[in-house]
Every structure is written in structure tokens, then in C-alpha cells.
T-cell receptor, first 114, second 112 residues
Framework: KAGVTQTPRYLIKTRGQQVTLSCSPI?????VSWYQQTPGQGLQFLFE???????NKGNFPGRFSGRQFSNSRSEMNVSTLELGDSALYLC?????????????FGDGTRLSIL | DQQVKQNSPSLSVQEGRISILNCDYT??????FLWYKKYPAEGPTFLIS?????DKNEDGRFTVFLNKSAKHLSLHIVPSQPGDSAVYFC???????????FGSGTKLNVKP
């Protein structure tokens, strides 16, 4: 069974640009969550999507946004990139949005801002 | 506000012995807890979970214990193997939401 797939694996951008990251969940998983991992802050929840709707949102500015498609694939977008956005962005999928099923993670997209 | 804390950044254990990783939380509404293992350049891998209606869950060499009154959970690995060397994260969620709070991780080194 294929795992969670994130593309691209690595990305280099400059300040002010925008970026779109992609996530394909495990087949049959309908909930997709995004996390940011930095050395100083650890893993922090960005948002969760289920049935193409954002269900939960973390404490991040509006520059961070996402969406989910009818096939459960998800994208997240970061606009007006800042140096502090350099991080590993992780996508996780689970069977449902009830918070009673484990989330399974992809290997992440390493975003570097120059 | 760190609602889930792993106060030991690292732990070193001899192969064959028990590894005990600890996690504390502050939010009494947390009702579902997970442990993950993470190798460098890979995403976290799910290990084991526990619901707040239980105080113990076992899966092979891994056992998670939950002490709700102390707001504390621990992961026991017996026996420890060199391949267990990785960073371990605990995570918690509340009220049937898929919003998980993660600890900062504990780096486990199992020495041959």
C-alpha cells in the first residue's frame, strides 16, 4: 500500500515569492493535515482538510493556505515568503477526521528561503 | 504554549535493555495519544496509540502507558535494538479533532 506522497522533496525560493506544495494521501484516507517542523518550534499544526473543507486551523498567518480536491489530494500555498518560513513541511493523512485514528506522514518538503 | 512536553532531549540505552521515553501534557481535554519514530530525512512513522479510556496498550516490543491523573504517558521498548535509534515524538489530540499537538522529541541511541 503506497504511503503519503509529498512533492517536491526540496525547494529553494527567495523572499517575496510564493510556493505550492502537494500531498497525495494514502488510498482511502480522506483527512489530510499539514504541519510545519522547525528546529526551534518543533512540529506545529497548520490546518486539516476533510471532504474539501478546512476543519481545523493552527495559529499561522493568512499567508498560509491550503485546499483539498475531490480525490482527497491536497495542496498548501505560502505567499510572500519570509526567511522564517524555511522549514520542513509535513503532510499527514488519516482515515477520518475524528481524531481517533493515527495520522500517517509523508517524508515532507524541505523549503529553503534565501 | 507547549501543551505536550518531552523533557529529555536524548536517551542512551544498551542493546537488549529497556528504553523508557516520557511525555507530559497540560491539557486535560486530550483524549487520544500517539507515539511516532522519526529517522533523518524521513517523515514520522506511527508506532502506537492509546485512547484515554485505557491506561496501557501493547504492540510487540512497544508498550504505551497513560497516567491521566499525572497527565503523563510513557513509551517502553523492550528489548531495545540498534535499529530503534531515532527521534521519538509523542502527540495528543482532544475532542475528536484531527489537530495534534506534538512534543519536541527525544533522541534515542541504542548502543550495540
Amino acid at each position: 500500500k503506497a504511503g503519503v506522497t509529498q512533492t517536491p522533496r526540496y525547494l529553494i525560493k527567495t523572499r517575496g515569492q510564493q510556493v505550492t506544495l502537494s500531498c497525495s494521501p494514502i488510498s482511502g484516507h480522506r483527512s489530510v493535515s499539514w504541519y510545519q517542523q522547525t528546529p526551534g518550534q518543533g512540529l506545529q499544526f497548520l490546518f486539516e482538510y476533510f471532504s474539501e473543507t478546512q476543519r481545523n486551523k493552527g495559529n499561522f498567518p493568512g499567508r498560509f493556505s491550503g485546499r483539498q480536491f475531490s480525490n482527497s489530494r491536497s495542496e498548501m500555498n505560502v505567499s510572500t515568503l519570509e526567511l522564517g518560513d524555511s522549514a520542513l513541511y509535513l503532510c499527514a493523512s488519516s482515515l477520518d477526521p475524528t481524531g481517533t485514528q493515527p495520522q500517517h506522514f509523508g517524508d515532507g518538503t524541505r523549503l529553503s528561503i534565501l | 504554549d507547549q501543551q505536550v512536553k518531552q523533557n529529555s532531549p536524548s536517551l542512551s540505552v544498551q542493546e537488549g535493555r529497556i528504553s523508557i521515553l516520557n511525555c507530559d501534557y497540560t491539557n486535560s481535554m486530550f483524549d487520544y495519544f500517539l507515539w511516532y519514530k522519526k529517522y533523518p530525512a524521513e517523515g514520522p512513522t506511527f508506532l502506537i496509540s492509546i485512547s484515554s479510556i485505557k491506561d496501557k496498550n501493547e504492540d510487540g516490543r512497544f508498550t504505551v502507558f497513560l497516567n491521566k491523573s499525572a497527565k503523563h504517558l510513557s513509551l517502553h521498548i523492550v528489548p531495545s535494538q540498534p535499529g530503534d535509534s531515532a527521534v521519538y515524538f509523542c502527540a495528543a489530540s482532544a475532542n475528536n479533532f484531527n489537530k495534534f499537538y506534538f512534543g519536541s522529541g527525544t533522541k534515542l541511541n541504542v548502543k550495540p
